[in-house]
Structure formats: C-alpha cells, structure tokens
C-alpha cells in the first residue's frame, strides 16, 4: 500500500483572539527559497475562518499551515508524496518532516511567542478518506503500524493515543506523550529512529 498523505500536527498553547499576520510574513519569505525540498510554490490565507486551517504554505511535497481548527491551534505539515520504505518508516518520516519544519517556524523572529509548541501532543492523520477511511478494517490495517512508529519514537508504554471517533471524519489519532516536553528531544528521538 502506497500511504503518501499523512498529516502531522504538533500542538501549540492556544492564544486568545490570535493574528496570523506573523505566519503570512514568514510564509511569504519561505515561499522564495527554490531549492526547499518542499518545492514552496503557493501562500493561502484562511485566517478570516473561525477555527480554519488558518495560514497554509503550499508545495509539491506536502503543505505547512498554522491550523486553527479542533481540537485545537497546531504546526500542521500535510504530507503529499516522497514517503518511502514501510508504513512505520513512512509515519516517522511525516513526523520528522514536520518536526523539523516547526523547529526552523519557532526560530523565525515574527515567531509570536504565544504560540508556543507542545512537543508532547500531537494529531497523525490518514488523509485518504477514499483509501483509507475511518473504518474497523482500516484500523486493523493500518493500526499496527501506527504503533510500532509510535513505540519506536516515543517508548511503549509513554504514551496515550486516541483514535478519531467520528466516522464522518478521516481516520488518525490524538496523542500525548509526557516525556517529550521539547521539540530538539523529539528531533533527537527522530534521528535515532532514522539511524
């Protein structure tokens, strides 16, 4: 199974009445690095949507936003394509990626410091309703490997997951891990899992 689109967000605190006119100036500089492996090529401007999908760079490989909508504000990197290897790799890879992305965000200096990440909680997702929908047998599927990636990068045993309920919904995952409390933790966890 070729699972290319899986999305990762990492929580941030939520501010009260935020502006994204910091993200919109980041975004716009990032878009005019050529040689990103994202290949930036599109800005979209979602901030005027009560609890939206805010901010979003757009590229060829996967799309960056800072999301507003439920369960709360977060980094979102939605991956597109490039993920290789099994499906575990693949899911340690989109956390990778957007772990990442979200470490050079942080250090930007229009970063509005109420935003600040919560490296321990995060929301995976299978953006594929038509391949992969929020069923039993995509759980028994996929589930498995979820884990595994899970377990691998966080330790069994120190996290709690919670899958999405609502059928209606796509198919993924609250979870929250106590040991991480910085994202240079998660990134070190990330490229021991990688080596």
Not at 48 to 64: A, D, E, I, S, T
Not at 87 to 102: G, K, N, P, V, W
Not at 112 to 127: I, M, Q, S, Y
Not at 156 to 172: C, E, K, L, V
Request: charged share 25%; with cysteine.
């Amino acid at each position: 199974m070729d699972v290319q689109k899986i999305t990762t967000k990492l929580f941030t605190d939520p501010p009260p009445n935020p502006s994204l006119d910091p993200f919109l100036a980041i975004f716009a500089r990032w878009r005019q690095e050529k040689n990103h492996p994202a290949c930036w090529v599109d800005i979209a401007d979602y901030a005027h949507v009560r609890k939206g999908p805010g901010v979003m760079l757009v590229g060829h490989r996967g799309n960056l936003a800072l999301d507003l909508a439920d369960p709360g504000p977060g980094i979102l990197y939605s991956n597109k394509r490039d993920l290789e290897g099994t499906i575990e790799d693949r899911i340690l890879e989109a956390f990778s990626r957007c772990t990442e992305l979200a470490r050079e965000l942080i250090v930007q200096p229009e970063y509005p410091a109420a935003f600040k990440p919560r490296a321990g909680f995060w929301e995976l997702t299978f953006n594929d309703c038509l391949d992969l929908p929020n069923t039993d047998t995509t759980n028994r599927l996929l589930r498995p490997a979820v884990d595994r990636a899970l377990d691998e990068l966080l330790g069994a045993g120190s996290y709690m997951i919670i899958r999405q309920s609502d059928p209606t919904r796509r198919y993924g995952f609250i979870i929250h891990c106590s040991a991480v409390d910085c994202l240079e933790g998660l990134s070190a966890k990330l490229q021991y899992a990688a080596g």
